[in-house]
Nanobody
Framework: QVQLQESGGGSVQSGGSLKLSCAAS?????MAWFRQAPGKEREGVAS??????TPSYADSVKGRFSISQNNDQITLQMNKLKPEDTAMYYC?????????????????WGRGTQVTVSS
């Protein structure tokens, strides 16, 4: 059983910055942040392959978001935020192999934290 503790999020104006953090208890293979906006499918935002410390990013956030790893915690620094980044953001963990950015095989999910970007 893996426990996830999320923090961060909030409201900001377009162009602003926010930071999300997620700490996991136990060994993991992938840790990632996903987001889901009302009426849209859940999508991968950024992930880390924990053993290799390799990050991955969705095309929509490349150059604006940065994910970092510190032991069993990941931090997502979100810069140059846009209104289209508004969504509920979820931290997730999986133990299986495969793409860390795809929302497949993730066993543990956080409760989510809201990010709202106003224009």
């Amino acid at each position: 059983q893996v426990q996830l503790q999320e923090s961060g999020g909030g409201s900001v104006q377009s162009g602003g910055s926010l930071k999300l953090s997620c700490a996991a208890s136990g060994d993991t293979r992938c840790m990632a942040w996903f987001r889901q906006a009302p009426g849209k499918e859940r999508e991968g935002v950024a992930s880390v392959n924990m053993p290799s410390q390799t990050p991955s990013y969705a095309d929509s956030v490349k150059g604006r978001f940065s994910i970092s790893q510190n032991n069993d915690q990941i931090t997502l620094q979100m810069n140059k935020l846009k209104p289209e980044d508004t969504a509920m953001y979820y931290c997730a963990v999986k133990m299986s192999w495969g793409s860390c950015l795809a929302p497949v095989g993730y066993t543990y999910w956080g409760r989510g934290t809201q990010v709202t970007v106003s224009s």
